[in-house]
Each structure stands twice: as structure tokens, then as C-alpha cells.
């Protein structure tokens, strides 16, 4: 049993990051889902809130490890 991260470039900040696949935050750009770092959804919170929108909401596990057998 082991557990892997994707790293990739932050779609808002273009910061690497680690996270797990299954639980990151993401945007849609060209119909292509790409992953936000906690810091980018931090920021951006209080400003969607602001303009009444509900703030994105942060799975626990967005940003550890997933298990080797939860990648499909």
C-alpha cells in the first residue's frame, strides 16, 4: 500500500503545489478542470463572499496524500 500527490502549477497564483486529485479545489478553463492552492482559495473567499457568492469550500484531504488504490 502506498500513497502518491500530483504536483502541478496553481491555476490562479501558478505556484507548484501538492495535492490529492480527487479532493482539490478546481477551476474550469476551456472546459479543463485545473487545481487552486489553499492560499489562492484563501484569498478568494472573502472577496466571493463579499460579492455574495458562497465561498469555496476546502475538503479536508484536498492537499495530503491519497491512498495508491483511490487513484482509479
Known amino acids: 500500500m502506498g500513497y502518491a500527490l500530483m504536483w502541478s502549477a496553481c491555476a490562479s497564483c501558478q505556484k507548484m503545489m501538492a495535492y ?29 463572499i463579499k460579492k455574495g457568492l458562497s465561498p469555496i469550500e476546502v475538503n479536508p484531504q484536498a492537499y495530503s496524500p491519497i491512498p495508491e488504490e483511490e487513484l482509479g
Do not use: G, M, Y
Request: glycine share 0%; with cysteine.
Open 20 to 48: 490529492n486529485p480527487r479532493w482539490v479545489p478546481s477551476v474550469r478553463i476551456n472546459d479543463v478542470k485545473h487545481p487552486i492552492c489553499l492560499r489562492c482559495v484563501e484569498t478568494a473567499n472573502p472577496i466571493r
